[in-house]
């Protein structure tokens, strides 16, 4: 079975700061993997997404993931962060197959302090 | 192109009443997928609709029902209401089927049960 597991539930950085947000996964069959956002009371907008295309992907306001097999990981990064980052990340993996199903890690929620 | 909307936004109702909520996919979309979000369990798969037929279903009680209009527009309802279901409830929507496709949310309706 697929599962997502992110690593620190509340992380802060300082504005200008690394972004470093930690997804590790598990998947029997080479996997699809998300990143998510979501600013409160919203719904969630795709930063970017991994289809075994490219191993770096880059996503939308700067964000990428580096898909890593052998250490199962999919981290999202950023070099600089901005106060408008400050929101709830989720990861995700697709459950595979012909679904559209995906599986959420339990989201992190990235403080960035002035 | 519009987004997918969701309606209502906000929502309340005491135990034991039932609930219908409304998804309208992005023009073209065929695919539907409905997902529960608490802060205790986090994001969660409730179904997923392809053409009018559910193609795949979460682990949740018979209370919960959805389905798919010929025009893709989705509703799910919920019986019987308990304390537990007040969550934010997403609906997704998505071109085709399958797990590399991205999957576009809605802003969700609150509904809080009382």
């Known amino acids: 079975a697929q599962s997502v597991t992110q690593l620190g539930s509340h992380v802060s950085v300082s504005e200008g700061a690394l972004v470093l947000l930690r997804c590790n996964y598990s998947s029997s069959v080479p996997p699809y993997l998300f990143w998510y956002v979501q600013y409160p009371n919203q719904g969630l907008q795709l930063l970017l997404k991994?289809?075994?295309?490219?191993?770096l992907v880059k996503g939308i306001n700067g964000f990428e993931a580096e898909f890593k097999k052998s250490e199962t990981s999919f981290h999202l990064t950023k070099p600089s962060a901005h106060m408008s980052d400050a929101a709830e990340y989720f990861c995700?993996?697709?459950?595979?197959?012909?679904?559209?199903?995906?599986?959420f890690g339990t989201g992190t929620l990235l403080a960035v302090q002035p | 192109k519009a987004g997918v909307t969701q309606t209502p936004r906000y929502l309340i109702k005491t135990r034991g009443q039932q609930v219908t909520l409304s998804c309208s996919p992005i023009s073209g979309h065929r695919s539907v997928s409905w997902y529960q979000q608490t802060p205790g369990q986090g994001l969660q798969f409730l179904f997923e609709y392809f053409s009018e037929t559910q193609r795949n279903k979460g682990n949740f009680p018979g209370r919960f029902s959805g389905r798919q209009f010929s025009n893709s527009r989705s509703e799910m309802n919920v019986s019987t209401l308990e304390l537990g279901d007040s969550a934010l409830y997403l609906c997704?929507?998505?071109?085709?089927?399958?797990?590399?496709?991205?999957?576009?949310f809605g802003p969700g309706t609150r509904l809080t049960v009382l």
């Open positions: 995700a993996v697709s459950d595979g197959g012909a679904t559209n199903k995906l599986i």
């Open positions: 991994y289809t075994s295309a490219a191993t």
């Open positions: 997704a929507s998505s071109p085709g089927q399958g797990g590399h496709n991205e999957q576009f």
